[in-house]
């Protein structure tokens, strides 16, 4: 379920979460935060054990959770245990955690039949509300009886319920809102979340099209939107690329498998769709043999022609050498209902790539972090600790294929100069940047700490900050970010035998290259760097 989520990096998911989560609720309705906690696989889903570290709990899988409690309303337990206690009767973390440490108010609730039994335990863990309903509430009586669940805990639950009930039960529909309007509204969210986020991960040159070209798709000419299971969407807004292509550069120019059209200099489009969702874990990150046999084939064929492979995938693949073959590679991921339009406009230029990849695409499964931490059981070991992700790859000396963070665009970014600001325990960064190329486009830059005297084991590099900028064609631009200091927080919870600091480096990265220049964040008012 990789595709449900937004990261591998902690800091990118607790940013990029809430957001979602106030978009919803602005909007009259309760969101929904889920699995709480560490509900990373689908194998035996209802009775795995998770076994990690507090380290890695509290650096990799809480921040999202953490931010997400104060914006949602609703928060689903996993079905999974968390080091030895199932997630929906575990007090530590309904309570302790959720609750007394993160402040939040609003309702818990189980997934799917996860209390099978004694529902009174997982009341008294912080449980509010079992679903699905209608639920047996007899051994929530008898829990009171035995003194097992505190009536003070069942009114509490109670009282959130109603709270709930009172604040959503009469939602309406905002006044003059049509349903030609609500299409058009979605149909133009979904456009632009789908321009922002397609990533190019290779371009020869060949692209953006020109206005005669020609493309010959080999086979399908549509996405798949979304993955299957509970977060399945669908919809009759999807279109297929082929058409939306044709719109843009005249039917006669859009073929179907003719390999002759292709030869004499066509553009072929072909798009790897790897399915995924709930219940199942991918077995293995391998692309469909039907693909690779078709791009070898192209690649044998190939005269004039070019090669565009378009990953319709759920996360990470393997591309086995066939991103050396083919000469432009796109991840669309699972890109809605507005994918194929947005797909086709950045084919064309109308649009200009800007999207940056939220995980690490490895050259192969067995490099990355947690290969050897599968379960063959119910007991899941996380023995990758806290080097999740490109951390991971940074601490191993291990080379990926794509990096966390990397994402072309048409146009030619420079970094300027970098000012570092800070107040109190609040750090800012300005940056300048230059756009060297004759097309307007949006540069994302990162901004990640590293450690030079670390007292404790740490990642080489960490995410603390992005941001996004549109730059003119031939023009310069500032851009700012925050960056959300974290330390003092950790040291708070894990203590500093746990974790200690050292001095902080800073690197900027725009997007596909790392930049020359390093921030260093001193105890002074502001630096520079």
Not at 338 to 365: E, H, Q, W
Not at 425 to 451: E, P, R
């Amino acid at each position: 379920r990789f595709f449900e989520g937004y990261s591998e990096d902690p800091f990118l998911a607790k940013t990029l979460a809430p957001e979602m989560c106030k978009g919803v609720e602005s909007e009259g309705i309760a969101s929904n935060v889920k699995h709480f906690a560490c509900n990373n696989l689908e194998i035996n889903r209802t009775n795995i054990d998770e076994l990690v570290s507090m380290r890695a709990l509290r650096e990799v899988y809480f921040p999202a959770f953490e931010a997400c409690s104060k914006a949602a309303t609703t928060l689903m337990t996993a079905y999974n245990s968390v080091n030895g206690v199932h997630c929906h009767e575990n007090p530590w973390l309904l309570k302790d955690v959720l609750r007394k440490e993160w402040g939040y108010k609003g309702v818990t609730m189980t997934d799917w039949g996860a209390c099978r039994e004694r529902a009174g335990d997982g009341e008294a863990a912080g449980q509010d509300l079992f679903m699905p309903g209608p639920f047996d509430p007899s051994d929530i009586v008898k829990a009171v009886k035995d003194g097992r669940l505190k009536v003070k805990d069942l009114d509490e639950a109670a009282l959130r319920l109603l709270e709930l009930i009172d604040r959503f039960g009469d939602v309406k529909a905002p006044e003059g809102l049509t349903t030609s309007k609500y299409v058009k509204a979605g149909d133009k969210a979904a456009y632009k979340a789908a321009c922002d986020g397609i990533v190019m991960l290779k371009n020869n040159g060949n692209l953006p099209l020109k206005k005669n070209a020609k493309v010959v798709f080999f086979g399908p000419d549509r996405f798949q939107d979304s993955g299957w299971g509970s977060a399945e969407v669908k919809t009759d807004r999807t279109t297929f690329m082929s058409k939306e292509l044709a719109g843009i550069l005249g039917e006669k120019l859009v073929l179907k498998d003719d390999i002759e059209a292709y030869r004499k200099g066509a553009t072929a489009i072909v798009i790897e769709t790897v399915n995924s969702g709930e219940s199942a874990d991918r077995p293995d990150l391998k692309m469909n043999k039907k693909t690779k046999d078709l791009i070898r084939k192209l690649a044998k064929n190939k005269g004039r022609g070019k090669i565009c492979l378009i990953l319709n995938v759920p996360g990470p693949v393997e591309l086995e050498g066939l991103e050396t073959v083919v000469d432009s590679v796109f991840a669309v991921f699972y890109p809605g209902m507005m994918g194929s339009k947005a797909m086709a406009d950045i084919l064309t230029g109308k649009v200009n790539p800007s999207g940056a990849l939220p995980c690490t695409f490895p050259v192969r499964y067995q490099d990355t972090p947690s290969y050897l931490c599968y379960p063959d059981n119910i007991t899941c070991n996380y023995g990758e600790g806290i080097y999740v992700g490109y951390k991971g790859y940074l601490k191993r000396g291990i080379r990926p294929l794509y990096p966390f963070g990397y994402g072309l665009s048409y146009s030619k970014f420079e970094a300027g100069d970098i000012f570092g600001k800070r107040k109190g325990n609040k750090f800012s960064v300005t940056f300048s940047l230059k756009n060297k190329s004759d097309m307007d486009g949006k540069a994302v830059v990162q901004l990640y700490v590293s450690k030079t005297k670390p007292r404790t084991l740490r990642a080489p590099l960490e995410l603390v900050g992005f941001a996004k900028q549109m730059v003119k064609a031939k023009s310069e631009a500032e851009a700012n970010a925050l960056i959300d200091p974290v330390a003092e927080k950790l040291k708070e919870r894990l203590g500093d035998a746990v974790y200690a600091e050292g001095e902080t480096d800073m690197q900027t990265v725009v997007a596909e290259m790392l930049i020359a220049k390093k921030l260093t964040i001193a105890t002074a008012e502001s630096c520079t760097g």
